[in-house]
């Protein structure tokens, strides 16, 4: 069982930049892939970001690539998304989540283990 709990969420102007970070309990993290959601309101969950258990391989989706950045510091059981240059069409419900083997661009029902979510609202 893996528990995954986000913070760093919060209200930011257009342009601003917040870091999103994902706790995980549990001593499998370090051989879990581990990914970026985030659902808008009224729209479905979408993936964001991907990143395999060593953090060599990364992945980020057109809408977000050159200001996202995802990585992980396996020491700590945690996994970040560095956002910069934010937009207001990047305000939603941001969650991480794990699974067991890597796909580098999952869809939303891949994922095994969830956490509640962040909210990131960004003002124009």
């Known amino acids: 069982q893996v528990q995954l709990v986000e913070s760093g969420g919060g209200l930011v102007q257009a342009g601003g930049s917040l870091r999103l970070s994902c706790a995980a309990s549990?001593?499998?993290?370090?051989?879990?892939?581990m990914y970026w959601f985030r659902q808008a309101p009224g729209k479905e969950r979408e993936f964001v970001a991907s990143?395999?258990?060593?953090?060599?391989?990364?992945y980020h989706v057109d809408s977000v690539q050159g200001r996202f950045t995802i990585s992980r510091a396996n020491a700590k059981n945690t996994v970040y998304l560095q956002m910069n240059t934010l937009k207001p069409e990047d305000t939603a419900v941001y969650y991480c989540a794990a699974s067991s083997l890597y796909r580098k661009v999952p869809t939303a029902t891949y994922p095994t283990y969830w956490g509640q979510g962040t909210q990131v609202t960004v003002s124009s």
């Open positions: 549990g001593r499998t993290f370090g051989y879990r892939p």
């Open positions: 990143i395999d258990p060593s953090g060599s391989s990364t």
